[in-house]
Nanobody, 121 residues
Framework: QVQLVESGGGLVQAGGSLRLSCAASGRTFSYYSMGWFRQGPGKEREFVAAINRSGGSTYYGDSVKGRFTISRDNAKNTVYLQMNSLKPEDTAVYYC??????????????WGQGTQVTVSS
């Protein structure tokens, strides 16, 4: 299995940017498709983005298309989420997830502990 640790969350003003990172350890990172989810206060968990093993295919939730970009560096065992033009409604705990199989909609099998992103208006 794989262990996931997110970082890069914090407080940012609306319109700003953040880059989240998710470092993986354990089984070979390139074996897994990766995804990001988020859960805002009082909301259900929401799919944000996913990327296949090679990084050649990406998928996004409707609410983040055009603003967020998922990428991965298999040499560094890390997946990233670049978040631009942030809005207060992007405030949430962001979770990294891994799945040996890329399914659409993406489903996580292994999960990180989450990192808080807060966007102030």
């Amino acid at each position: 299995q794989v262990q996931l640790v997110e970082s890069g969350g914090g407080l940012v003003q609306a319109g700003g940017s953040l880059r989240l990172s998710c470092a993986a350890s354990g089984r070979t990172f390139s074996y897994y498709s990766m995804g990001w989810f988020r859960q805002g206060p009082g909301k259900e968990r929401e799919f944000v983005a996913a990327i296949n093993r090679s990084g050649g295919s990406t998928y996004y939730g409707d609410s983040v298309k055009g603003r967020f970009t998922i990428s991965r560096d298999n040499a560094k065992n890390t997946v990233y989420l670049q978040m631009n033009s942030l809005k207060p409604e992007d405030t949430a705990v962001y979770y990294c997830a891994a799945n040996p199989i890329l399914v659409v909609p993406f489903r996580g099998v292994y999960w990180g502990q989450g990192t808080q992103v807060t966007v102030s208006s």
